[in-house]
C-alpha cells in the first residue's frame, strides 16, 4: 500500500493530509498553542485519535535502560486514554533512539536513518519485523513537509500515519512559520544499529 503524508498548512498551526491516489484518507491537525499542544487524526471530520501533552504515566510497559521525552497521552475520541508516544533513548554512549507508539495493546517503533542526498528514511517495526516505510525528501518547497508512506498491512496505516505525525511536528516544527521557497538540508546517520534497520528492499513489497 502506497500513501501520501503532506503537510498542507504551516502557519498558525500545522495540518496534514494522507492520501492514496487522488482520495484523502486522513487528515491530522495541530492548532497553534501556547499551552499543551495537541495533533489530531481525524477522517471524514471525525476524529480517530489524539496526541496530547496530557501523558498518564503507566499507559504502557517501562522500557528497560531508556528515558522517554517529550511523551505525550494517546486518546480515543471519548477521550479515554488508548496508549502514548514519544522519544525513548537508550541510556549510553553512542545507543540508538527511537519514537515509540504504545496504541490499544501493541507496540511500534519508528527509526530515523539520515541518508544526506538520499533524504530520510524512517522504517516502522512492531513485533520484530519492519512494517511500513516513511521517506522525506531533503529539499521542502513552502515550508510543507512531504512524505511517501508505504505498508505492508493496512493494520499499520493508522499507526504509521500518527508516528508520522508526531514525528514531523515534533523534528521540524513549521508550526506558526509561513515561508515560500524551497529549502534543503541533509541528515547523517552514523550509528550502525539504526542503519540496519533500514532496507532499501521494502518499498518494493508495498508498491502496488
Request: glycine share 12%.
Amino acid at each position: 500500500m502506497v500513501l501520501t503524508l503532506a503537510q498542507t498548512r504551516s502557519a498558525w498551526g500545522a495540518r496534514y493530509q494522507i492520501v492514496r491516489g487522488n482520495g484523502v484518507l486522513w487528515e491530522g491537525e495541530a492548532p497553534w498553542s501556547m499551552g499543551f499542544q495537541s495533533i489530531t487524526l481525524t477522517r471524514a471530520g471525525e476524529p480517530v485519535y489524539r496526541m496530547t501533552g496530557r501523558w498518564l504515566r503507566g499507559l504502557a510497559p517501562q522500557v528497560q535502560n531508556t528515558k522517554g521525552i517529550k511523551l505525550y497521552g494517546v486518546e480515543r475520541p471519548d477521550g479515554t486514554p488508548a496508549g502514548e508516544i514519544g522519544l525513548f533513548r537508550e541510556k549510553g554512549w553512542h545507543k540508538p533512539s527511537y519514537y515509540r507508539l504504545y496504541l490499544e495493546g501493541r507496540e511500534w517503533r519508528l527509526y530515523e536513518v539520515g541518508l544526506g542526498k538520499e533524504g530520510l528514511k524512517l522504517p516502522v517495526w512492531r513485533e520484530g519485523r519492519q512494517v511500513s516505510l516513511l521517506e522525506k525528501d531533503c529539499v521542502v518547497v513552502d515550508n510543507l513537509d512531504r512524505y511517501a508512506m508505504f505498508v505492508l498491512s493496512p493494520e499499520d496505516v493508522v499507526p504509521t500515519a500518527l508516528l508520522g505525525l508526531y514525528y514531523d511536528f515534533m523534528r521540524f516544527g513549521n508550526r506558526g512559520q509561513y515561508q515560500k521557497g524551497k529549502s534543503v538540508s541533509y541528515l547523517y546517520t552514523r550509528n550502525r544499529e539504526v542503519l540496519a534497520k533500514y532496507d532499501p528492499a521494502f518499498r518494493g513489497l508495498c508498491e502496488e
